[in-house]
């Protein structure tokens, strides 16, 4: 646990340690909510996070001894979070991942073994049609490629009729911003033989017990975008006339469904076996802690320290929290039509075998089928804001983070005026570190995410002056017209 000032809040680190392991949309850098729990908290004071993500706030929490109420809707989010506070003990994942592989790997690669012997690393698709294979030289980094052969494709073929086991069905909606169809289905995503090898994976990890077999099975869903059809091929192509240049380079899945006509079929074995390494280092470079994880609220409130993460919909859940008991609400909702977190985290979900409530997500989706309008999406944040004024505490404090690309979709503040115990008080641009991927670069996307800070009217218990320490600082709500790209 570092000790944050307010000239971190405006410089992050890039993520590290359990914290850089997994992608998950729309992560937020952990300093201005690290400094926040330090300056207006203090030991055993609750926190909550109604829209949990990947969940990195309840380490922040738990390691300076504050409790931690978190939820998610999305049930990939409560099994990083509980990741990332109940890591496994590095020489145990590495044993496990050993023994996975005496088991798993030969099955794997048998699957990938090509006429000359040589064990396929990469085979580079053009639509349907097999363009090449690459295995790794014996020796050093360097790859060999050659063309295909008959016997080869009778390989790729023999997985034809070869039905998924251990993912559960996909479900996805017509939407043309992520590339998505209803007919879609988890072969139009990965070959046959990328989900039998999937199969194989998850029968092992299905083996170990929960602390490691959740580590494993989330080192698997984060290599599922490379061992996908999804990863497209860089290549000069179009210079010469139709032709795949000779220099290829492997790319890797983006945001969104795409199977792009020239990509890669990757090694499942090699993918995850990369990812374990990450995962490792990773486990290395945290710190081991034994925080409580309680299973409800209740347990939480009568005890002095721990968590407690549910999966759900947090409107309804935020009703079993009882009135004035959170000292800091820190939040980072879904930004309107920003990103659709349900739909792009669905492979990941289906990996996990967990069922999804995508009907009460609170997002505009530009899914038809989904009907989640702006109306719906203003009235939910104003039930969002009402509740939240409930259960905090006289001198508590609302962090919300948000980021919105049109006026409509900030009108849930006006809630602030009309009918709730809070006040405005001010914002601030919430930096990211200079290495995160933005994943919102759309034009006319907000240039900035801001923390816009609330509290109870009428309660003075601190000095506005510290909070124009942070850099810039604003008094009023950010004006949409002037941050605007
Ligand atoms: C912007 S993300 C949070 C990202 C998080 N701050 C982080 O650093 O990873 C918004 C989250 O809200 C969740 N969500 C959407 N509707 C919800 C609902 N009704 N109840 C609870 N969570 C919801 C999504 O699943 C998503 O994880």
């Not at 990938?112 to 020796?139: D, M, P, Q, T, V």
């Not at 990509?263 to 486990?283: D, G, P, Q």
């Amino acid at each position: 646990m570092q000790h944050k000032t307010v000239g971190d809040i405006s410089n992050p680190n890039t993520y590290k340690g359990i914290y850089s392991f997994h992608k998950y949309w729309g992560k937020k850098p952990t300093e201005s909510i690290a400094y926040f729990i330090q300056k207006y908290t203090k030991e055993s004071d609750i926190v909550f996070d109604p829209f949990l993500g990947s969940g990195l706030i309840s380490r922040e929490c738990l390691s300076r001894q504050r409790r931690f109420i978190g939820i998610d809707l999305n049930p990939f989010s409560i099994e990083h979070t509980k990741l990332v506070l109940d890591l496994p003990n590095p020489d145990e994942y590495q044993q496990a991942v050993k023994d996975i592989e005496k088991i798993a790997k030969t099955r794997i690669y048998d699957s990938y073994k090509c006429e000359n012997g040589k064990i396929a690393s990469h085979f580079l698709w053009e639509e349907e049609i097999l363009r090449k294979i690459w295995s790794k030289a014996e020796r050093g980094n360097r790859k060999i490629e050659f063309e295909p052969s008959q016997f080869d494709i009778n390989q790729f073929n023999s997985f034809s009729n070869y039905e998924v086991k251990n993912i559960r069905k996909v479900t996805f909606f017509t939407n043309s911003r992520i590339n998505s169809k209803t007919t879609m289905s988890i072969y139009d995503l990965f070959t046959r033989r990328a989900v039998h090898n999937i199969d194989i994976l998850i029968d092992e990890i299905k083996k170990y017990p929960k602390s490691l077999q959740r580590a494993l099975i989330l080192t698997l869903t984060s290599s599922s975008g490379q061992m996908s059809s999804m990863v497209f091929a860089i290549t000069g192509r179009g210079k010469t006339k139709n032709l795949i240049s000779d220099k290829v380079e492997v790319g890797s899945w983006v945001i969104g469904f795409w199977c792009p006509k020239l990509h890669f079929e990757i090694n499942v074995w090699n993918c995850f076996e990369s990812r374990t390494k990450k995962m490792h280092k990773a486990l290395m470079e945290t710190e081991s802690t034994n925080y409580n994880i309680y299973d409800n609220v209740d347990k939480l409130l009568a005890a002095q320290n721990g968590a407690t993460l549910v999966e759900g919909n947090c409107l309804n859940i935020m009703k079993l929290i009882p009135d004035k008991t959170i000292k800091l609400i820190c939040t980072d909702p879904p930004h309107s039509d920003r990103i659709p977190y349900l739909e792009l985290s669905e492979i990941w979900n289906s990996i996990l075998n967990k069922k999804v409530s995508f009907e009460d997500e609170i997002i505009v989706s530009n899914a038809k089928e989904r009907n989640k309008k702006k109306s719906s999406y203003i009235e939910d944040m104003k039930i969002l804001i009402s509740e939240s004024s409930r259960i905090l505490k006289d001198d508590g404090l609302f962090l919300l983070y948000f980021n919105a690309r049109d006026k409509q979709s900030w009108r849930f503040m006006e809630i602030l005026e009309t009918n709730s115990d809070l006040c405005f008080v001010g914002a601030f641009p919430m930096e990211y570190s200079a290495n995160s991927v933005i994943q919102d670069n759309r034009a006319g996307g907000m240039k900035t995410d801001y923390v816009l800070v609330m509290k109870h009217k009428n309660k003075d218990f601190f000095s506005e002056n510290e909070l124009s320490e942070i850099p810039g600082w604003i008094n009023t709500v950010p004006k949409i017209d002037s941050i605007v790209a």
